[in-house]
């Protein structure tokens, strides 16, 4: 069995970074059951919708969104029966700052004021579904053109998160 497994391919999993550590952990799950290795990319929903469209090998997409594999699905490139939500998301504020943040979220209000001095970083709207929800949670706020000067954009939500993590946003 463990000959077998070996000769086996190594499964390429595309997985969306704000879900990175339950994926690693049902990916370790199912090479003890199965025996079938698993390969994670980690990366931004529109990345890997690029990187599949151009040929990557990859035989499952965790996506942040359902546009993405819908589309891939529409354009040939995904089995229309393997489509499935596997987990609903929410958009977080975030500060590394302990108190920074509020549940009403006012400190975006103060930096949109000039009251408070930093960068907001959010996951690039273009690459990833939920920098471009945050994209329109501020828009819906009326802060997106205030705030404008203070976004830095992160490739995907775990390098937002770093930029967070390290104070620097």
Do not use: C
């Not at 070996?6 to 025996?35: D, H, S, W």
């Not at 907001?120 to 501020?138: F, T």
């Not at 705030?147 to 992160?154: A, K, S």
């Amino acid at each position: 069995l463990a000959h077998a497994a070996a000769a086996q391919p190594v499964l390429q999993v595309a997985v969306a970074a704000n879900f990175a550590l339950p994926a690693q952990k049902i990916a370790n799950g199912f090479e003890r059951e199965t025996g079938q290795r698993v390969a994670l990319a980690l990366g931004s929903t529109g990345k890997f919708y690029a990187q599949i469209r151009h040929g990557a090998p990859f035989a499952v997409l965790l996506a942040a969104d359902s546009d993405t594999p819908a589309r891939l699905v529409r354009e040939g490139l995904a089995v229309t029966e393997s489509r499935f939500t596997y987990a609903v998301g929410h958009l977080v504020l975030w500060s590394a700052q302990p108190g920074l943040v509020d549940a009403q979220g006012e400190v975006l209000g103060r930096m949109a004021r000039g009251q408070l001095p930093g960068k907001l970083a959010l996951a690039d709207p273009r690459l990833a579904p939920y920098g471009a929800a945050a994209q329109q949670a501020l828009a819906q706020l009326g802060l997106a053109e205030a705030l404008r000067p203070h976004v830095v954009l992160g490739e995907n939500i775990a390098q937002t998160h770093q930029f967070v993590k390290s104070g620097n946003a």
